[in-house]
């Protein structure tokens, strides 16, 4: 069974950077569309970013400009780094892997941004 698993929440002060993390054990995530998405309280879910496989990058415009989702494929993990967070930014994000025509869900990691 695919398990995904993020890391890296916590708090954060507004204008500072945090960097999330995603593994899925016994997968290569370089051969899959990795996604990143977010739910804040009393909010829809959204969609973050995504990678594919051959590195295109998409980001959501709230976003863009301040987010960046890359792939360490020696280490095999996915990352979203997050810059100039802001109060706005508070959610539990999610990282989501499409397998096999299926998406994979972690448990989430709650960021919170406040000072």
């Known amino acids: 069974q695919v398990q995904v698993k993020e890391s890296g929440g916590g708090l954060v002060q507004p204008g500072g950077s945090h960097r999330l993390s995603c593994a899925a054990p016994?997968?290569?995530?370089?051969?899959?569309?990795i996604h990143w998405y977010r739910q804040a309280p009393g909010k829809q879910r959204e969609l973050v970013a995504f990678?594919?496989?051959?590195?295109?990058?998409n980001y959501a415009s709230s976003v863009k400009g301040r987010f960046t989702i890359s792939r360490d494929d020696a280490k095999n993990v996915a990352n979203l780094q997050m810059d100039s967070l802001s109060p706005e930014d508070t959610a539990v994000y999610y990282c989501?892997?499409?397998?096999?025509?299926?998406?994979?869900w972690g448990q989430g990691t709650q960021v919170t941004v406040s000072s």
């Open positions: 990678i594919t496989p051959s590195g295109f990058l």
């Open positions: 016994g997968l290569i995530l370089s051969i899959y569309r």
């Open positions: 989501v892997i499409e397998y096999g025509g299926d998406l994979i």
